[in-house]
């Protein structure tokens, strides 16, 4: 087909999507719902072998994802149509922008952002928190992605956006189109991906720096792990398109493409205000990270004609939201050492009030967050609570960076060394037989949802291994031998002791998932634990043999975990820790639950605050005792939202209500799923 007549054939089929709302927006949502069904049934087929659906109703649903795909031009993320195939380079190249990335003008006046407006319309939209960047689309297909950088010259990540979970493969539009997008990370899989690393100086401090690590991976196949989503918020160019001077068409015509377009309304110098602070109720529900609100211009050519400053574009202007700061002295700055080695910088300032308390201490999480700050002791610093409970330092006014790093462990006396870990340097004890690291592991081992062993606290711990009586995990186990320098020891009666060695004798029957939990391995929790012992029928010498890719297989667990968990079944000196330790005990049955399991099969999401339960991981227990499962997110296949505020206008009540997922108070939830309770 000649060049002119391919063209003009992209053209028709773009303003025909424009036209018909109604049948592409019906077609997107099927697509949408084929590409979850047949991504589950292949999951189910070849990672956990069992058949949700036969193969006849599978290539049914096949042949109908790829005519609507043939059909609209558009092919999503996930699509089991496409195979995404992961890439690893040895640098980022860096490209430069076609024109200048500018930030945003800021306010913190409502008011300020009416008499911005002034006589027009606008969209008031979120300022999502992570990464900005530029995507081209070329012939349908995404040709190149480059993050903002310094705003003039950016990094190609695009093998790591191919990765993106709802980034189009292929869109309907042909011509070249350019749009900016906010790479994220949602706060659920920002706490999943904490969850996995075992000590909080290795943890990622906020969304946004995970988010910004994850897409700058120079291997993709890390990033697809992140679950990084892209928002876009800004269509720059679309060959021969015309919009009628709309930001808002554009936004239309960009979902119409499969693209996943931030969440905005329409505004005047009116009712600005009032869409702001129904905005700011929001936020506590809210799962995207945010940073404020944006207000653009939907009028494309007046926004034009404002042209820009140096610094910033006249179109547009960002609202900030104003948390409650406080300046204070920073006093000095605690080191502690962590069970793997981790030493954990802690900044102690002059008591502050902020949100209702005293706060005088924020974690500084690592030596990378140390430099970023410039921190000395005797600067003056900005101190706030993340969302509203967290302390942590939002500036350093003073920027001496006169901090010296301790060249020693403050436990050992052991030399100390700068690692990378999670893209952040932090600082590590060298000396693999340092006390702390011992002594915590030994106090992790002995945790209620470990061994459970009552009275075998850390300061009894630190007292039993100083004496000698303790040097591996399996030594606890002797120590019905050693009772007569355990009562030798300060603060043992003939009472205590007993009642430590009958604790002891206890934990020694136990299911082998808290003994792997027990061991402490790198980033295994309790859940991982059970999911791994299951998937090997809890035989210790088959797990201890697992296949790394076998391990990857099992579903919650992936291959980050997968291999924390193969490196450490073989390592020799962990290997024969675990030998002796296994011989001293028995390992039972799976814990049966003996509540009736009236909830098999139903999916819940909770959210807000609750009334008859302490917490929300009370009511997920109880939940999960009858069989129910809860996730953090509605699907379609959610049962139903449990929400006393059913009528706010947060994230989770927007999707229940798209999906026609039901919302139902916490009081409902019990009355209708266990009737049996007295509410």
Known sequence: ????????????????????????????????????????????????????????????????????????????????????????????????????????????????????????????????????????????????????????????????????????????FEGELVVRGEAVISYPDFESVNALLPEEGAKYKNPRNLCSGSVRQLNSSITAQRNVRVIVFSLVSAEGMDFDNSMEKQFAFLREQGFETVEYERVDAANVAEAVGRFEQRIADNDIPSDGLVLSYDDLAYAASLGRTAKFPRGAIAFKWA?????????????????????????????????????????????????????????????????????????????????????ICPVCGGRTVLKKEA????????????????????????????MNIEGLSEATLEKLIAEGLIHDLADIYHLKAQK???????????????????????????????????????????????????????????????????????????????????????????????????????????????????????VFVITGSLEHFTNRNELKALIEARGGKVTGKVTKKTECLINNDALSGSTKNKEAKELGVRIITEGDFLREYLPETDV
């Open 484 to 602: 007569e320098k355990i009562l030798a020891l300060e603060g043992f009666q003939e009472k205590s002791a007993k009642n430590l060695l009958l604790s002891i004798e206890k934990s020694r029957s136990l299911p082998l998932a808290r003994m792997l939990y027990a061991l402490g391995i790198p980033g295994i929790g309790l859940a991982g634990a059970k999911l791994i012992a299951k998937h090997f029928d809890y035989d210790l010498e088959r797990l201890k043999g697992a296949a790394q890719e076998e391990l990857g297989e099992i579903e919650g667990v992936g291959p980050v975990l997968a291999e924390s968990f193969y490196g450490f079944m073989h390592d020799e000196a962990h290997l024969a820790e675990l030998e002796a330790l296994a011989a001293e005990l028995q390992f039972t049955a799976p814990e049966e639950t003996t509540q009736e399991q009236t909830l098999t099969g139903k």
């Open 1 to 172: 087909m000649p060049a002119k007549a391919g063209k003009q054939n992209t053209l028709d089929r773009s303003e025909r999507f424009m036209h018909t709302d109604h049948t592409a927006k019906t077609d997107m949502e099927r697509m949408r719902e084929l590409v979850r069904i047949l991504s589950e049934a292949s999951r189910a087929y070849y990672a956990e072998d069992r058949e949700i659906m036969p193969n006849v109703e599978y290539d049914r649903l096949y042949d109908e994802l790829q005519a609507l795909e043939e059909a609209s031009g558009v092919v999503l993320a996930g699509s089991p149509t496409v195979k995404v195939g992961y890439e690893a380079v040895d640098a980022l190249p860096k490209e430069r922008h076609a024109s200048p990335m500018l930030s945003l003008q800021k306010t913190k006046s409502r008011e300020e952002l009416a008499a911005w407006l002034g006589e027009h319309e606008g969209l008031l939209s979120w300022k999502e928190d992570g990464l900005t960047v530029v995507l081209t689309y070329q012939g349908g297909m995404l040709a190149k992605c480059v993050t903002r950088g310094n705003g003039e010259v950016g990094e190609v990540v695009t093998p790591n956006a191919r990765t993106f979970k709802n980034l189009p493969h292929k869109i309907a």
């Open 323 to 407: 948390d409650e700061m406080a300046e204070t002295q920073l006093l000095k700055v605690e080191w502690n050492t962590s069970r793997t080695g981790l030493i954990n910088p802690v900044a102690v300032f002059a008591p502050v009030e902020l949100e209702g308390t005293t706060v005088s201490c924020a974690s500084v999480h690592n030596v990378s967050i140390i430099k970023e700050l410039a921190l000395g002791i005797g600067d003056t610093i900005k101190v706030y609570k993340a969302n509203m409970i967290i302390p942590q330092i939002a500036e350093n006014l003073t920027r001496s960076g006169s901090l010296e790093l301790p060249g």
């Open 423 to 450: 893209d952040s340097e932090v600082l590590c004890c060298s000396n693999a037989a340092c006390p702390a690291r011992h002594l915590k592991r030994f106090v992790h081992f002995a945790e209620r949802d470990a």
